[in-house]
Nanobody, 114 residues
Framework: VQLVESGGGLVQPGGSLRLSCTAS????????MAWYRQTSAKKRELVAT???????EYVGSAKGRFTISKDIAKNTLYLQMNDLKPEDTAVYYC?????????WGPGTQVTVSS
């Protein structure tokens, strides 16, 4: 399985980005998936999850600002991020939530700065 994240970039505080994670195989209808993020100073941390259906959960400051979703037909996972803050700056990754992770993709850099 290959995971490729995209959609990151430089955005001002208060701005929005939509991240995408495309998988090489059909995963999302069978696996709970998640978005993670990592900075150079921190371990990789969980941001948002979605089960094999449509139930989503969010961690910490992602609540109320981020929305995780998926398009099974496109093998793509999304993370809509609104009202971005400088502390959201990180490399964002997707992977499954439960079980041994798939090989990590390259991630996509999100930088929130004025």
């Amino acid at each position: 399985v290959q995971l490729v994240e995209s959609g990151g970039g430089l955005v001002q505080p208060g701005g929005s980005l939509r991240l995408s994670c495309t998988a090489s195989e059909s995963l999302f209808e069978f696996n709970a998936m998640a978005w993670y993020r990592q900075t150079s100073a921190k371990k990789r941390e969980l941001v948002a999850t979605i089960d094999s259906g449509t139930t989503a959960e969010y961690v910490g400051s992602a609540k109320g600002r981020f929305t995780i979703s998926k398009d099974i037909a496109k093998n793509t996972l999304y993370l809509q991020m609104n009202d971005l803050k400088p502390e959201d700056t990180a490399v964002y990754y997707c992977n499954r939530l439960i079980g041994s992770p798939y090989t990590w993709g390259p991630g996509t850099q999100v930088t929130v700065s004025s």
